[in-house]
């Protein structure tokens, strides 16, 4: 079982260019969702989604976008990178809702300058 | 409004020491589940625990223990006699809304030989 795949596992962007993290899992889970992770600040939820064709914002979407075309796949959007997206982005996936456990990607660490 | 606090920045022991890493946590739900996370120094996520408003009996899973108390608003967490291989950040997470889930900042527990 593959369960949540991220690519890239590195990135280091541009100020102002754009880039796409994908997330696929192949467990058929309705809820996906992508945090961002930095220090002292534990896990911050940016966007989710509860099904295909459907998104919400979570905590801090300013500066991404999401779509949501199939079960499988999540994938995240920086529209013109700014050193603030620094980070480590993790996406998750689970059946039903947020009560399930979540199950994690290995992360995207990605560098803006 | 949904919070959960893990006061506990970073906690070092040494081998076969216990250990209590603490969650409070603050909702306006009636009914909600907890959940604890360990991230190892290879960075995944993984679920550890979930435990339900309704049940709160003492969970133990070999050298992991649970303990919730509604009355504190607390899920917390020991490990005894704790293993160089324990040495991870551990996070405590609310769902709310039943779409989103909130975590705390994350304890950072040093097991030194």
């Known amino acids: 079982n593959a369960g949540v795949t991220q690519t890239p596992k590195f990135q280091v962007l541009k100020t102002g260019q754009s880039m796409t993290l994908q997330c696929a899992q192949d467990?058929?889970?309705?809820?996906m969702s992508w945090y961002r992770q930095d220090p002292g600040m534990g896990l911050r939820l940016i966007h989710y989604?509860?099904?295909?064709?459907?998104?919400d914002q979570g905590e801090v979407p300013n500066g991404y976008n999401v779509s949501r075309s199939t079960t499988e796949d999540f994938p995240l959007r920086l529209l013109s990178a700014a050193p603030s997206q620094t980070s480590v982005y993790f996406c998750?996936?689970?059946?039903?809702?947020?009560?399930?456990?979540?199950?994690f990607g290995d992360g995207t660490r990605l560098s803006i300058l | 409004a949904q919070k959960v606090t893990q006061a506990q920045t970073e906690i070092s022991v040494v081998e076969k020491e216990d250990v209590t890493l603490d969650c409070v946590y603050e909702?306006?739900?009636?009914?909600?589940?907890l959940f604890w996370y360990k991230q190892p120094p290879s960075g995944e996520l993984v679920f550890l625990i979930r435990?339900?408003?309704?049940?709160?009996q003492n969970e133990i899973s070999g050298r992991y223990s649970w303990n919730f108390q509604k009355s504190t608003s607390s899920f917390n967490f020991t490990i005894t006699a704790s293993q160089v291989v324990d040495s991870a950040v551990y996070f405590c997470?609310?769902?709310?809304?039943?779409?989103?889930?909130?975590f705390g900042t994350g304890t950072r527990l040093q097991v030194f030989p």
């Open positions: 997470a609310l769902p709310y809304n039943t779409d989103k889930l909130i």
């Open positions: 989604s509860v099904g295909a064709g459907i998104t």
């Open positions: 467990m058929n889970h309705e809820y």
């Open positions: 909702t306006r739900d009636t009914t909600y589940y």
């Open positions: 435990r339900n408003s309704f049940d709160e």
């Open positions: 998750a996936s689970s059946t039903g809702t947020v009560n399930q456990p979540q199950h």
